[in-house]
Every structure is written in C-alpha cells, then in structure tokens.
T-cell receptor, first 111, second 116 residues
C-alpha cells in the first residue's frame, strides 16, 4: 500500500528564515511525486512534478528535490504570502493516474 | 478558461436527504476525481473516472455514487446523507497516464457540506 508522510505537521518561520518541508514515501514503483499549495478555503494548487531521483524544480522562492525515499520542498527567504498548507502526493506505476496524498504541512510565515 | 468548477459552494443537509454535487472541467482532460478532505485525514479519493464511460471506486466510496455525464462533467451523489459525510468535497481532473503528457491533477474550489 502506498504511503506518504509529511513532516513537520506545522512550521512557523520568520520572514526571511529559510527552511525545508519533508515528504517521505513508500511505493512499489514511483511514477511521479507532486507538490501542491492549499490556501484556507481553496482547492489545492499544483506546484511541481518530480519524476526521478536527483531531479529538481524551482519556482520563485520554492525548490523541490527528490531522492528514492523522500522529497524536500525548500523555501528560501519566505514571505508572509507563502503561508499555506503544502501537500505532497505520489503516483504509483500500477495506479493509473490516481494519486495518494499526505496530510500536509501547515506553514506560517510571520512578518 | 475556468479550469475546474464545482457547484454548490456550500450546502447544509438534514440526515437522510439526498443531493448531487456537480463538477465540470474545460481543459479537455480524460480523467476526473472526487475527493473528500477532513481535518487530520488529508485528501481521500472517493471515486474516479479514468476516461469517459468508466468509473471506479477509490478509498472511501461507501454512501456515494457517481456519474460521468460526458467528457467535461462528473457528478457525485449522496443518496441518504449521514453526519459522517460532513466534509469538504473537491473535484479534480487530469490528463490520462500513458499519453506521454504529464498527469498532474487540477482541483476545483470545493463544496463545503454539513449534514445535521
């Protein structure tokens, strides 16, 4: 059974204080790892897809990396508008286009 | 280009009442999904439709039915609502795996359902 575990559950940062969120996964064959951002009262918003170990993707202050067991979402010099819940999901080779989601990390960036 | 739209945005039902949640996408995606999101449980797949004409159960299908009306529309029906179905419901769509394209899912804004 696919498993996705995100840590920490919640993270408070000061503006400008860089940090990383973790997504550990267990799948028999990884088809893709996905990061989403979710604001309160909204649907998840797609950020990145990573397909193989060693791959990296960047968007503004966010950088996602992937190993064979986990993915990190690095946030460099965050701003208050980066406050949101960040969700990680995995696609497994025998599951078609279905994804298994982690429970998310709630990030708060204080000014 | 509206992406994924859902109606209604909010709904309050009494136990035993029925209702249908509507979802439509304008991205020409083959696959569509219904999830529920509860505190501490994350997003859980209720039903999905890999392509027009097919539907399959997800992780938590009991108490729900779905209809893939056409390529654009995928509805979720609660025949006899229960308080345990109080949740936020999200519809999503994606390209189909195997087409050579990426298959990230795009989500609608959600329906907040309360069953009393």
């Amino acid at each position: 059974e696919d498993q996705v575990t995100q840590s920490p559950e919640a993270l408070r940062l000061q503006e400008g204080e860089s940090s990383s969120l973790n997504c550990s996964y267990t799948v028999s064959g990884l088809r893709g790892l996905f990061w989403y951002r979710q604001d309160p009262g909204k649907g998840p918003e797609f950020l990145f897809t990573l397909y193989s170990a060693g791959e990296e993707k960047e968007k503004e202050r966010l950088k996602a990396t992937l190993t064979k067991k986990e993915s990190f979402l690095h946030i460099t010099a965050p701003k208050p508008e980066d406050s949101a819940t960040y969700l990680c999901a995995v696609g497994e080779e025998t599951s078609g286009s279905r994804l298994t989601f982690g429970e998310g990390t709630q990030l708060t960036v204080n000014p | 280009n509206a992406g994924v739209t859902q109606t209604p945005k909010f709904q309050v039902l009494k136990t035993g009442q029925s209702m249908t949640l509507q979802c439509a996408q304008d991205m020409n995606h083959n696959s569509m999904y219904w999830y529920r999101q509860d505190p501490g449980m994350g997003l859980r797949l209720i039903y999905y439709s890999a392509s027009e004409g097919t539907t399959d159960k997800g992780e938590v299908p009991n108490g729900y039915n779905v209809s893939r009306l056409n390529k654009r529309e995928f509805s979720l029906r609660l025949e006899s609502a229960a308080p345990s179905q109080t949740s936020v419901y999200f519809c999503a769509s994606s390209r189909r795996v195997g087409t050579g394209s990426s298959y990230e899912q795009y989500f609608g804004p959600g329906t907040r359902l309360t069953v009393t």
